[in-house]
C-alpha cells in the first residue's frame, strides 16, 4: 500500500512522527523536509546538550521550524553523560586500542537513549539519525534503539537518499526552500563534547602528514604552553573523581575544569590511526586534557589500592569493556555485567593523587589512600618482624623448580 507525501511523491513506508538527531547542520536540515517528503511524517528535532558548546545551540529552534520541524526538543544531558557514561568508562579503565579514550562512542549512546524518550513523549513511532553508512555512529545510535525500544522504525537517510555530496544536499535544499547558511565548510570533520574534541579529514587522511597546529581547538601548543608546571590534586572516591584541590564539584564541572587546566598546559593530544568497527582504518586526532589526567590520576591510585591479580584481570577486561564501548554496545548486558564487577573490585580506590602538568605531559608526583596496600615497614630494605629476608630462599627455589627441572632434562641430569 502506498501513499503520497508533501509533493505527491510515493511514499516509501507511511510515518506517523520521527525524531530526528538533530544538529543544524546542512545534513540534518536537508534530512528535515526529506522525511517529510518520503515518510509523509512530522519530524520533531531533537537535540542534546553534551558539552558541544552554546555556539552551536544558538539559533536551533528557527532552523529546525524553518526546515519543516513541528517542534524542537533540547535536553541538557552534560551531567548524566559523565556520571552514567564517562565515569563508568574511567573507573574501568577502558580505553581502546592503546590511546582513544571513547569521546564519541560514550556520547551516542547517551543521546539515543535521549531520543527514546522523547520518542515516547511525543507519541513518535520511529527515530532518525544524520550518520553515513562508513562510520561507527550509525551502529552505536541503532544498537542503543534496539536495545531500548526495538518497535521504534529507525531512519538512515545516508543509506536511502541520492544525495552523495554537499553540493547535492545544497542544490536539494534550494529546491524545497530550506535555507542554507553560507558558511565555510570546515575542512575537517569534528565532533566536540565535554570530554573531548576530535578530527578527521583534510591532511589527516595521509597518515604521514603531520597535523597542522591551527587544527586545535582545546589544547595549546605544549611549546607554548606555561613555563613553570602545575600542581593538582584529584580527589577520588571508590573509582570516581569528586574533587580537585580539595574543591567538590558536580561530574561535568569537574571534567570541564580539568579541561581548562589542562588545555593551558597542552595536554591530552592524542594522533592514531585505529580499526573501526565497519572494517575500515581511519585517522583521527584527539584532544581529551581533562580526561587524559583522570585516567593518570585513577590509574595511579590503583598502583596503592589494588593487588597485582586483580590489576591483572581488571586491565584484561578493560580491553573489552572498551571494545563493547567503542562498537556501540552499551546496553549490552556483558558490559553492565562488568561494570558490576568494575564498580565491586573498586570499592577501596578511595584517596588523591597528585600530578604534575607540564609541556603536554603529566606526571604523578604523590599519591595517598587509607585502603592503601603499601607498607613502609614491609617495603624498606631494613629488616622486619612481617618480612624475613631469610625467606626468599626458599621461595625462589620453589618458584624456580620448573626451570631447574627442565635445565636438568636438558644438561642429562
Known amino acids: ?26 545534513d540534518t536540515s536537508v534530512i528535515v523536509p526529506w522525511l517529510r517528503e518520503n515518510y509523509g511524517c512530522e519530524v520533531v528535532c531533537f537535540t542534546a546538550d553534551v558539552g558541544q558548546g552554546v555556539q552551536e545551540l544558538e ?26 557514561f564517562v565515569f563508568p568508562c574511567l573507573r574501568a579503565g577502558a580505553i581502546y586500542e592503546r590511546k582513544y579514550l571513547l569521546g564519541t562512542s560514550m ?9 527514546v524518550d522523547v520518542a515516547k513523549e511525543v507519541g513518535a513511532d ?74 578527521e579529514g583534510d591532511v589527516l587522511e595521509d597518515p604521514a602528514s603531520e597535523p597542522k597546529e591551527d587544527m586545535y581547538m582545546m589544547t595549546v601548543d605544549p611549546k607554548e604552553a606555561p613555563d613553570e608546571p602545575e600542581y593538582v590534586k584529584i580527589g577520588i572516591v571508590e573509582g570516581l573523581p569528586v574533587s580537585i584541590n580539595g574543591n567538590k564539584l558536580s561530574p561535568a564541572s569537574l571534567v570541564s575544569e ?24 581511519s585517522r583521527g586526532v584527539y584532544e581529551t586534557p581533562g580526561g587524559t589526567i583522570l585516567f593518570t590520576a585513577v590509574s595511579e591510585l590503583e598502583s596503592l589500592t589494588l593487588d597485582r591479580e586483580t590489576i591483572q584481570i581488571k586491565d584484561f577486561l578493560a580491553l573489552k569493556y572498551a571494545e563493547l564501548v567503542y562498537a556501540g554496545r552499551w546496553f ?32 604523578v608526583t604523590g599519591r595517598e589512600s587509607p585502603n592503601s596496600l603499601y607498607r613502609q615497614d614491609i617495603s624498606s630494605f631494613e629488616s622486619g618482624e612481617i618480612y624475613n629476608q631469610a625467606d626468599a630462599a626458599g621461595f625462589i627455589r620453589l618458584y624456580g623448580l620448573p626451570m631447574r627441572v627442565r635445565a636438568m632434562l636438558e644438561k642429562g641430569l
Not at 524542537?72 to 552514567?84: A, I
Not at 556520547?107 to 531520543?115: D, S, T
Not at 579541561?259 to 573501526?276: C, F, P, Q, S, T
Not at 573490585?345 to 603529566?362: M, N, P
Open 258 to 281: 580539568l579541561n581548562k587546566i589542562g588545555g593551558k598546559h597542552g595536554i591530552g593530544r592524542v594522533d592514531m590511526v585505529e580499526n573501526r568497527l565497519v572494517g575500515m582504518k
Open 126 to 199: 520511529a527515530v532518525s539519525h544524520g550518520c553515513t553508512g562508513k562510520g561507527n555512529d550509525q551502529v552505536r545510535f541503532e544498537l542503543t534503539f534496539f536495545a531500548l525500544n526495538p518497535q521504534l522504525t529507525v531512519v538512515a537517510p545516508w543509506r536511502e537518499w541520492e544525495i552523495t555530496g554537499r553540493e547535492d544536499a545544497i542544490e536539494y535544499a534550494i529546491k524545497h526552500n530550506v535555507h542554507v547558511p553560507v558558511t565555510k565548510k570546515s575542512i575537517y570533520s569534528r565532533d566536540r563534547n565535554l570530554w573531548h574534541l576530535s578530527h
Open 107 to 115: 556520547a551516542r549512546p547517551v543521546i539515543a537513549k535521549a531520543m
Open 59 to 84: 539559533g536551533l529552534e528557527q532552523k529546525a521550524k524553518a526546515s519543516g520541524a513541528c517542534q524542537l526538543v533540547v535536553k541538557d544531558l552534560k551531567e548524566e553523560f559523565v556520571r552514567d
Open 332 to 363: 549490552d548486558p556483558l558490559r553492565e555485567s562488568m561494570d558490576a564487577f568494575m564498580k565491586e573490585i573498586t570499592k577501596t580506590s578511595t584517596g588523591s593523587v597528585t600530578l604534575k602538568l607540564y609541556k603536554g605531559s603529566v606526571s
Open 1 to 26: 500500500m502506498t501513499s503520497s507525501g508533501v509533493d505527491g511523491k510515493v511514499l516509501r513506508k507511511k510515518l506517523n512522527k520521527v525524531v530526528l538527531a538533530y544538529s543544524g547542520g546542512l
